[in-house]
Nanobody, 124 residues
Framework: VQLQASGGGLVQAGGSLRLSCAAS????????MAWFRQPPGKEREFVAAIRWSSGSTYYADSVKGRFTNSRDNAKNTFYLQIDSLKPEDTAVYYCALTFRLTYRYNQTAAYEYWGQGTQVTVSS
């Protein structure tokens, strides 16, 4: 499976972005897909996840109310809508996917496939 993340960029605080992650490479029916981010000089952290079949979503407390996770089953693509961006949202954003049943949505070890990352920079 290959994951291609896109949609990052430079944006002013208060602005919005929509990140996309397109998946290809095999019959597509994952268990869950997720977004993580890695701020400069820090470890990778969980942002949001979505269960493919049900559409149930999960968010880190720090992004609730500003980030929205969604997927398009027909396009094998999932999205992260980011609103009210803050300078502390600056990071490389990674998409990830798992075909295994898991409830550890916020842990990197739960995901076996990763995209290459897309840079989000928020200026104050």
């Amino acid at each position: 499976v290959q994951l291609q993340a896109s949609g990052g960029g430079l944006v002013q605080a208060g602005g919005s972005l929509r990140l996309s992650c397109a998946a290809s490479g095999r019959t597509f029916s994952p268990f869950a897909m997720a977004w993580f981010r890695q701020p400069p000089g820090k470890e990778r952290e969980f942002v949001a996840a979505i269960r493919w079949s049900s559409g149930s979503t999960y968010y880190a407390d720090s992004v609730k109310g500003r980030f929205t996770n969604s997927r398009d089953n027909a396009k094998n693509t999932f999205y992260l809508q980011i609103d009210s961006l803050k300078p502390e949202d600056t990071a490389v954003y990674y998409c990830a996917l798992t075909f295994r049943l898991t409830y550890r949505y916020n842990q990197t070890a739960a995901y076996e496939y990763w995209g290459q990352g897309t840079q989000v920079t928020v200026s104050s």
